[in-house]
Nanobody
């Protein structure tokens, strides 16, 4: 059975850090394109950070560049999103998703490009 289990969310003050985890089972993250998305209340889901298979290239949303880092631990079959310098506008439910294909850049941002989704984990940035 294919599963993605997201965890690591919580409440953090502005400027703080969190590390989200996305543990996969039933498929190999190394061979998949993994994306982190987020959805804030009243807003559409948006792409945040992506890690492709094969060359492990990374694409990040402009607003998180220099603050968020996506990485992969093949031994644990898990993808992480290290989030530093968090701001209130980062508050959202964060989702991880996986595609069995290598996606071109324009496709990375489309929710429909992904085959599997994890449940969300809430990130709240507030003082």
């Amino acid at each position: 059975e294919v599963q993605l289990q997201a965890s690591g969310g919580g409440l953090v003050q502005p400027g703080g850090s969190l590390r989200l985890s996305c543990a996969a089972s039933g498929f190999t993250v190394r061979d998949s394109t993994i994306g982190w998305f987020r959805q804030a209340p009243g807003k559409e889901r948006e792409g945040v950070s992506f890690l492709r298979n094969r060359d492990s290239s990374v694409v990040n949303r402009d607003s998180v560049k220099g603050r968020f880092t996506i990485s992969r631990d093949n031994a644990k079959n898990t993808v992480y999103l290290q989030m530093n310098s968090l701001q209130p506008e980062d508050t959202a439910v964060y989702f991880c998703a996986a595609s069995k294909r290598r996606l071109i850049t324009s496709s990375l941002w489309a929710s429909g490009s992904y085959d599997y989704w994890g449940q969300g984990t809430q990130v709240t940035v507030s003082s």
